[in-house]
């Protein structure tokens, strides 16, 4: 299998051992505690499941200044993002070697993460735009990413930390969540070596099914990851339960059996786009894919990034830096000329109008009313699935008034 | 004088008697206290500055969901967007009568203000969602504006506040922060009667002059009040001084005497669009200006709104919801066929090749190449300003490697 990143296995900083964790657990009720924020949180979490290996904690500002100028910690290990514990206020924690993180988006705040504080340092506003200038490629508040950077604090918490649980994520998406070695395990047990990873947040229709599909028999992979972003619910965002459904239902049908795993992960979008992109496939490569499919835009916002900036980064990379590849796509979409998905970069002569498209509001109002879409856009399993689930909400609205 | 909003007179929550102030102080350091998060510091500084009077501190969840539906609070008075204290852990001030606020963005956390607490609730998932769609018109996650109130926790702490002082305002931007009472003051004392401010972030270019000269000869005002966003900088800004510096000189040299006030106000940009719009309007009634002017995607970002929604909005607006009118505008720039400055809207037969338009990236490069932009897109003098800010900035550059 392809190695983890940095490393000959997996470091996952969750305490697996049950006595070892509650032992932990005792003891840092008896610490000074830090209340994390939720880019923090998100981080210990990708930690805990080996997500990012071979990182054993939070960084410190030379090597968040090194990341964010050249993808490399000080030690020279390869990594594209700075990885950082950021607070306001260091009063409760000042002067203690070790130390309660606990956890902002679970009732109660309980102690996720238990940290051996290495360093607390000052980061002073000029290398605060300088990381949000590298990593986001840009300074305006108006990008979502620098809005919420922007707000996390000039403190900067380093160290090692050990992990007590996986946050509100293995709860409420326990059909989906899953750590990097869970799926490297599955991927090992499935006996696959090439294997091609998908990012997605919505439930599939039939364009990004294809897409998956061609991905797989331009690279010969033997399988397929569907590996969802897994996160708080916003308005309007189809539930956890219903994509699951919809892409498992397209998977059960429409893919040969054994080819494809759907599971997913906890993390926030960052919008960091091309930067964003090469995490993605660090983290990719330590759940065991070689291949990550990288979209149009990926990770990208507003008109922030160039489309294919995402895929050329990875142009750039030193031959070291990664062992998985990208698999770089643009939009597909069903052509009315060919009768078939296309990649739409590779059909020169179409215009607009000779694909299929739903806007998302259209495709909500068919679904809500009772109305498939064509089956050029969705397959009619998955369709079936979603209309039921707007039409429950629709009589849900109409009985609450 | 335009009456402040909702109240016979302003009702700033800054201790200004330096006795009482102190005392609070001493007090304050026995309270149990809380880490304002920056949002709600900005809300304390408005608070205190009384461009929110008439609110004598944050709302609670009723006051809040009243006010984001229909923009009232639960006793009646028009508000646009609902003034919060929202926190992830409790855990300090739980049974708490009184509590110190502290302050995110200045060295040490100072205490801010003092607040009577008279309610701590918390917000589910579905009012946070809710919150969030009718403020912002989206839930999208990559909004600026959402993404950051996604942010703020939970808790909903709500009650009077009495402020101490005005975080980095005061210092950092002596020469033009304001308080309401002192703008409303100063308006007095000049003797103008109708007023119409103009709200900026940038040194102002011979565009955004004129347009406040259209402004101030349409609607017959007696003078201008440029109103300045202060905050933290972001890379790339200029920096107050040098914007500072910009703008009086243009008010110098081509506006005539006791025509225009130039100051400032600290505040966070939400992206709101159309309700921030109304609170700009709420805030620029309060400190004395007849009239705002609201251009084109008034506080808006990306995609969300439409370019003339947030003026639109006003036209919705119950009559007595407010006292003070706005100028609805569009973009200004040099007509070539008219040898003028023209609002984009009013000159029907302009194609984009008749303006005289300098992209950010070209104007920034021309001024720190010391090549001063034409005259129809710059003052001479203002241009003279900028190019040794940044030929400065250049040289310092150099000099650092």
């Known amino acids: ?18 006595e070892q964790n509650r032992q932990l657990l005792t003891e840092a ?12 949180a998100a981080n210990a979490v990708m930690l805990a499941a080996g ?3 071979p990182l054993e904690g939070f960084m410190n500002i030379a090597d968040a200044m090194s990341v964010a100028s050249g993808m490399r910690t000080t030690s020279g290990l390869f990594w594209p993002v700075p990885i950082l514990n950021l607070t306001h206020d260091i009063g409760s924690i000042e002067g203690a070697g070790r130390i309660a993180l606990r956890d902002p988006n679970t009732d109660g705040n309980p102690v996720l993460a238990v940290m051996n504080v290495a360093s607390i340092e000052e980061f002073s ?20 990413g620098v809005a919420v950077f922007r707000t996390l604090g000039k403190y900067c918490i380093a160290g090692d930390i050990e992990v007590l649980n996986f946050s509100y994520f293995r709860d409420e998406f326990s059909d989906t969540f899953r750590t990097a070695m869970e799926i490297r395990e599955e991927i090992h047990s499935r006996g696959w070596s090439k294997v091609v990873a998908f990012q997605t947040r919505n439930p599939m229709h039939l364009a990004h099914e294809e897409l998956c599909r061609m991905a797989q028999e331009r690279i010969g992979a033997d399988g397929i990851v569907i590996h969802m972003l897994l996160g708080k619910l916003k308005e309007g965002d189809i539930p956890a339960a219903v994509r699951n459904d919809c892409i498992r239902k397209m998977v059960e049908v ?20 091309p930067r964003e992109a090469v995490l993605h496939a660090v983290f990719r490569q330590n759940m065991g894919a070689t291949h990550l499919i990288v979209g149009r835009d990926h990770a990208g916002v507003g008109d ?19 062992k998985i590849e990208i698999f770089g796509a643009d939009h597909t979409a069903w052509s009315r000329k060919l009768n078939r998905v296309v990649m739409m970069r590779e059909v020169e002569d179409h215009t607009p109008d000779d694909y299929v498209f739903l806007s998302g509001t259209r495709l909500r109002e068919m679904l809500s009313q009772g109305i498939a879409p064509p089956p050029e856009f969705s ?23």
Chains 1, 2 share one sequence.
């Open 304 to 322: 922030y990034y160039g489309a294919f900036d995402a895929q050329e980064i990875f142009e750039r990379l030193p031959d070291d830096a990664l």
């Open 125 to 144: 506003p000029d290398q605060i735009a300088t990381i949000i200038k590298q990593v986001y490629g840009t300074s305006d508040v108006a990008h979502p």
């Open 51 to 53: 997500y990012f290996t």
């Open 379 to 401: 397959r009619p399993e998955v369709a079936r699935i979603l209309m039921e689930h707007y039409q429950f909400e629709e009589t849900n609205r109409a009985a609450n008034g």
């Open 254 to 273: 429409y893919f040969p059996e054994n080819t494809v795993m759907v599971n997913g992960y906890g993390f926030d979008m960052l919008f960091a786009g």
């Open 1 to 18: 299998m392809i190695r983890p990143h940095g490393a000959d296995a997996l470091k996952p900083l969750f305490v697996a051992d049950p």
């Open 29 to 40: 009720e008896t610490l000074p505690s830090l209340l994390l924020n939720s880019a923090a």
